[in-house]
């Protein structure tokens, strides 16, 4: 079957790096990507990895090695606003068409 | 450019109701995704159209139905309604289907209570 599996919750101080780790089981891979969910609003899209290795976007960052089935997402100098959801989401292929598979998300408390 | 649009926000209904939700993408964005959210679940997959046709299906019961019409514009049905269908009802628009670096806009989706 197809799954991705990520934390439930993590827990960092305001200023800090904090790792979300992600691994997945699919039957295709085309692309790792990441969105970010704060409470009551919609998922927006932070990332994205197709080859493997590190891509940087400002404070956020995010690697994926294709060998290993294994993604994270980096955040640097952690600010109380970066408090959400996080979901990880393959895509997959079916029947011709690309297909987003998506973690169940973690969430990141960040205290002060 | 006018975001991912979902009406109505909230809605309550009762066991065995149908409802319908809308959706209008950005405009431009001819590909139309539905998702279901509910807490500890991630987002479910339900299915995504494109062009006035359905793509890709998710693994939900024939309950759930949905269309787009020539406008991009989406809808999408859930009949006799069960308690377990409360959740949040996510509407996500792209510029074309089947694009391997296609991102996903997210509308603010629609909370629906069953009681």
């Known amino acids: 079957g197809q799954s991705l599996e990520q934390p439930s919750e993590v827990t960092a101080v305001e200023g800090a790096i904090v790792q979300i780790n992600c691994t997945y089981q699919?039957?295709?891979?085309?692309?790792l990507s990441w969105y970010q969910q704060h409470d009551g609003g919609a998922p927006t899209f932070l990332s994205y990895?197709?080859l493997d290795g590190l891509e940087e976007t400002g404070r956020f960052s995010s690697f994926l090695s294709r060998s290993d089935s294994y993604g994270y997402l980096l955040l640097q100098e952690l600010q109380m606003k970066d408090s959400a959801s996080y979901f990880c989401?393959?895509?997959?292929?079916?029947?011709?068409?690309?297909?987003?598979?998506w973690g169940a998300g973690t969430k990141l408390i960040i205290k002060p | 450019k006018a975001g991912v649009t979902q009406t109505p926000r909230y809605l309550i209904k009762t066991r065995g109701q149908q409802v319908t939700l809308s959706c209008s993408p950005i405009?431009?964005?001819?590909?139309v995704s539905w998702y279901q959210q509910t807490p500890g679940q991630g987002l479910q997959f339900l299915f995504e159209?494109?062009?006035?046709?359905?793509?890709n299906k998710g693994n939900f019961p024939g309950r759930f139905s949905g269309r787009q019409f020539s406008n991009s514009r989406s809808e999408m049905n859930v009949s006799t309604l069960e308690l377990g269908d409360s959740a949040l009802y996510l509407c996500?628009?792209?510029?074309?289907?089947?694009?391997?670096?296609?991102?996903?806009?997210f509308g603010p989706g629609t909370r629906l209570t069953v009681l």
């Open positions: 996500a628009s792209s510029l074309a289907s089947g694009e391997r670096t296609d991102t996903q806009y």
């Open positions: 405009s431009g964005h001819r590909s």
């Open positions: 159209y494109f062009s006035e046709t359905q793509r």
């Open positions: 699919t039957s295709g891979f085309y692309g």
């Open positions: 990895n197709a």
């Open positions: 989401a393959v895509r997959d292929r079916r029947g011709g068409n690309y297909q987003l598979i």
